[in-house]
């Protein structure tokens, strides 16, 4: 009987895990089109992107890809291992976004119910993204992946306050690049834990439960699945 080789079924493995991660995070980027539609402000981070592409003329599918590179950059000088999905993360979600701002959809609205429903809906469906991405175990986006970082470094502040440290630094950054804050912004700082909870209760998800596999450890694994590949066949034992 023909026995798939041990390599071949890690780098299977890891594939369709990527392909499912990558569609997750796709899905987020769908999430994050629906906010910028809404118009009533952006969360710190996309307000960020906004602001960088705002000045500098780019998309901000690729303003976000940057500041994700940029803080990876951050993750590694902190010594916060980073994983496949970390680099997919900072990479599809801007891509993604930009596509969908380039398809036009969902128009901008200027219709205050209208621009809550988007903003709503677009939260849950990042969350929906969310659950694909995460379930995967490829190790945590590039600002998870920050905020684990300072809070191993800071262990008598709350990762709670770090975060809300965090947050606030980014939206100051933001404002000083002319994207103020709105009602938006107020939904996504005080919501999306509440939401997040809602749609991981839905689908029966628990993230403390994912076990996440960083660069190194994936390394490893396929040193060790080529090894055992190149290792000659056993002969069978005479019955």
């Known amino acids: 009987m023909h026995c798939t080789p041990p390599l071949v079924r890690l780098l299977r493995d890891r594939g369709k895990r990527s392909l499912l991660a990558a569609f997750g995070l796709a899905v987020y980027g769908f999430g994050t089109y629906l906010q910028i539609q809404a118009n009533i402000g952006l969360s710190p981070w996309n307000a960020l992107s906004q602001g960088l592409a705002n000045h500098t003329g780019w998309t901000f599918g ?6 994700s590179l940029l803080v990876i950059g951050l993750d590694l000088l902190l010594r ?7 680099i997919l993360d900072a990479l599809v979600v801007g ?4 596509f969908f701002l380039w398809t036009g959809w969902v128009p901008m609205s200027d219709s205050l119910p209208v621009q809550l429903v988007l903003m709503l809906v677009g939260l849950v469906i990042m969350f929906i993204g969310a659950y694909f991405y995460m379930k995967q175990g490829l190790s945590c986006g590039p600002r998870d992946a920050m905020l684990v970082a300072l809070g191993k470094r800071i262990p008598r502040i709350s990762i709670g306050l770090i975060n809300i440290a965090l947050l606030a630094a980014v939206l100051v950054a933001s404002i000083l690049m002319g994207v103020p804050p709105g009602l938006g912004t107020v939904i996504t700082i005080l919501g999306n834990g509440i939401i997040m909870d809602l749609v991981f209760k839905c689908l029966r998800f628990e993230p403390r439960s994912v076990e996440h596999e960083n660069l190194f450890e994936t390394w490893r694994a396929v040193r060790a699945a080529a090894k055992e590949s190149g290792e000659p066949a056993q002969p069978a034992s005479p019955s």
Not at 80 to 86: A, H, K, Q, R, S
Not at 95 to 98: E, G, K, L, R
């Open 62 to 67: 690729n303003a976000s890809i940057l500041i």
């Open 80 to 86: 916060e291992p980073i994983g496949l999905g970390t």
């Open 95 to 98: 891509w993604a976004t930009d």
